[in-house]
């Protein structure tokens, strides 16, 4: 985000623009949560990262060994030195469902899911295909999390797949 926010307001002549990324692949993290429901598929939420960048940016693609702010230098993996004069860090938000107890304990991505991961989505759209019905519920482990609107989402996007099963519509 950062990179299309600066590239088209810094003057070319006066600025380079790298970015390092270790990952080929844009992971579209809004879209996870319409997968279960079909309004997505999984491949719908994958694209590749330098389709977003603009036109005369450094793209280094590259996991980063450690940086060295003393000496604004950064170490990739392959020991190439990047040196910058501004260093922007964007690493993201993960889950960790291991900080749970009992959460991965056998059931996880098969009655158990989350919607936040592709995998856990996927495996979520699967279960939903096959689901019978029963008991459903919607568990928020603990805050912050990545976005806080989306188990509220969930409970609505669910409830014409409830009302078939309810129904015993096909």
């Given at each position: 985000?950062?990179?299309n926010?600066l590239?088209?307001?810094?003057?070319?002549?006066?600025?380079?623009?790298?970015?390092v990324?270790?990952?080929?692949?844009?992971?579209y993290?809004?879209?996870?949560l319409?997968?279960?429901?079909g309004?997505?598929?999984?491949?719908?939420?994958?694209?590749?990262?330098?389709d977003f960048?603009?036109?005369?940016?450094?793209?280094?693609?590259s996991?980063?060994?450690?940086?060295?702010p003393?000496?604004?230098r950064?170490i990739?993996?392959?020991?190439?030195?990047?040196?910058?004069?501004?260093?922007?860090?964007?690493?993201?938000?993960?889950?960790?469902?291991?900080?749970?107890?009992?959460?991965?304990?056998?059931l996880?991505?098969k009655?158990?899911?989350?919607?936040y991961?592709?995998?856990?989505?996927?495996?979520?759209?699967?279960?939903?295909?096959?689901?019978?019905?029963g008991?459903?519920d919607?568990?928020?482990?603990?805050?912050?999390?990545?976005?806080?609107?989306?188990?509220?989402?969930?409970?609505f996007l669910?409830?014409?797949?409830l009302?078939?099963?309810?129904?015993?519509?096909?």
């Amino acid at each position: 985000m950062m990179l299309n926010k600066l590239s088209p307001v810094l003057d070319k002549s006066e600025w380079h623009i790298t970015i390092v990324d270790q990952h080929e692949k844009h992971y579209y993290q809004p879209g996870f949560l319409f997968i279960p429901f079909g309004i997505y598929s999984c491949n719908d939420v994958i694209k590749p990262k330098r389709d977003f960048f603009p036109s005369g940016t450094e793209v280094i693609m590259s996991e980063i060994d450690r940086i060295e702010p003393a000496e604004n230098r950064i170490i990739l993996n392959n020991k190439v030195i990047l040196n910058y004069d501004y260093l922007i860090i964007a690493t993201g938000a993960r889950i960790k469902p291991e900080e749970t107890e009992g959460l991965k304990d056998g059931l996880w991505h098969k009655n158990i899911f989350d919607f936040y991961t592709l995998e856990g989505a996927c495996s979520l759209a699967d279960f939903f295909k096959r689901w019978e019905g029963g008991k459903n519920d919607v568990n928020i482990t603990e805050m912050p999390i990545k976005c806080p609107v989306a188990p509220l989402e969930f409970v609505f996007l669910q409830i014409p797949i409830l009302q078939k099963k309810v129904s015993g519509i096909k």
